[in-house]
């Protein structure tokens, strides 16, 4: 597996990176993990807009999601070939209806759906291209999933956003890569079943076994080089920040 970092601030884009997305290749397969604010002008520098297969939302949160609705346009409105046939897209419940909303200016009411082929996750595990993908809920103010995907014998976890909570240990037993959100500072914030600290992200890590963690979605008010430290105090195993266009093999 490939794992290109599209964007990986978390909240609102920073100077340096848009949000939330992270693009996984296999076999020719393109699979767009999240698509949040700025994602879509960043994913134009590692794809062509019109290549992707599959795109999978893990919480309808708009540094997660919200640039759907610029794609929306870029297959609905294609200037070369006429609209797009729909591609599957994965996200929790009310999906469609989140994406019609925030675009509020469409041609009819079901066009979303004639260039997006909405699917509701739910927990448990399903394939799309050539990856198996498991899901679970994890803990955030909204349904929010987190992914185990495996190709080939390689497993990539992801945590989307999260706090600490027992379904993450289990989406990231013994994975080969951990892509772990760390929006918080250890002692700094202490919100419940929102987000997590590098130390907890770290923690997870340890629990599971991990063969590597790459820290993601730090906010540009928190400081990566904490979370970093913090998460490398409980983690023996390798750690980074992730940076928009890291690429990874897996």
């Known amino acids: 597996m490939k794992l290109t970092v599209v964007g990986c601030s978390g909240s609102f884009p920073s100077t340096e990176s848009a ?38 939302l893990s919480h309808l949160h708009a540094d997660h999601c919200i ?22 897209v994965y996200g929790p419940a009310g999906t469609e209806r989140r994406l019609t909303a925030a675009h509020a200016d ?17 927990p448990g595990t399903f394939t799309v291209g050539p990856f198996t993908v498991r899901t679970d ?9 987190g992914f185990r995907i495996e190709h080939d014998g390689k497993t990539l976890t992801y945590s989307g956003d999260t706090g600490v909570c027992d379904a993450l240990d ?18 700094k914030e202490d919100i419940p079943d929102l987000h997590l600290n590098g130390r907890e992200a770290g ?41 928009a266009g890291a690429v990874y093999e897996i």
Not at 69 to 78: A, E, L, N, S, T
Not at 106 to 122: G, H
Not at 172 to 187: I, K, P, Q, Y
Request: charged share 20%; with cysteine; hydrophobic share 40%.
């Open 137 to 145: 809920l994890v803990s955030h103010p909204v349904e929010a999933f």
């Open 19 to 56: 949000c939330s997305s992270y693009l996984l290749e296999a076999d020719g397969f393109r699979l767009l993990i999240d698509m949040g604010n700025g994602a879509l002008g960043e994913l134009q520098r590692h794809c062509g807009l019109y290549d992707l297969d599959a795109v999978l």
């Open 203 to 243: 923690a997870h890590a340890a629990r599971a076994r991990a063969g590597r963690l790459v820290l993601t979605h730090i906010p540009p008010w928190t400081d990566p080089g904490i979370n970093l430290r913090d998460a490398q105090e409980v983690f023996e195993g390798p750690v980074e920040v992730a940076k």
């Open 170 to 187: 289990g989406l990231a037993e013994d994975t080969d890569f951990f892509l772990c959100e760390a929006s918080f500072t250890h002692g």
């Open 67 to 88: 640039d759907l609705c610029g794609y929306f346009v870029v297959r609905y409105y294609r200037p070369d070939g006429g609209r797009c046939a729909p591609m599957p």
């Open 106 to 122: 469409l041609p009819t009411d079901q066009a979303m759906s004639e260039v997006f082929d909405f699917r509701t996750l739910t």
